[in-house]
């Protein structure tokens, strides 16, 4: 919790909330990273520019920000190989759920979704039982 910063936490939300809303307002699509990408990579899909110009600017915007203020380093406590791994599991998850938390969580749960509320709890509870296995049931402490 010494990391914790409410006032920019609080604006990234919004900022994801109001591109999202844009996103489908303009293009009656949902913002899920993982079908969008997914959509992407499929040949002759619809939108690709659009979702393309979603996506690149996810990757853009950390460059935009370096502009006016420095990017904090990022910090893993895990091997490459773990990261790899969790990215995988991430992936085969998203695909078996249909959806990831910009899909459900953010997009989903606004829409009232009961299939999204489901899917949130689901991934919800798996991070919390993971944490709790890897920082108390592995490390013994």
């Known amino acids: 919790m010494s990391a914790f910063t409410p006032w920019s936490a609080l604006a990234g939300g919004v900022m994801i909330g109001l591109a999202a809303g844009l996103f489908v307002a ?10 969008l990408l997914g959509s992407l990579l499929q040949r002759g899909g619809e939108g690709r520019g659009d979702k393309g110009g979603f996506l690149l600017g996810l ?14 380093p990022a910090r893993f406590g895990a091997g490459a190989l773990t990261l790899v791994a969790a990215g995988l599991l991430v ?5 078996y759920g249909s ?22 709890l689901c991934f919800m509870a798996a991070g919390f039982i993971t944490v709790f296995v890897a920082r108390h049931l592995m490390q013994g402490g």
């Open 26 to 35: 303009a293009n009656g699509r949902i913002a899920g990273i993982s079908g």
């Open 59 to 72: 990757i853009a915007a950390p460059l935009f920000w370096q502009l006016f203020a420095p990017v904090p």
């Open 91 to 95: 992936g085969v998850g998203t695909r």
């Open 99 to 120: 959806g990831c938390t910009s899909g459900h969580g953010v997009c989903g749960l606004s829409r009232l979704s009961s299939r999204s509320a489901v899917a949130v």
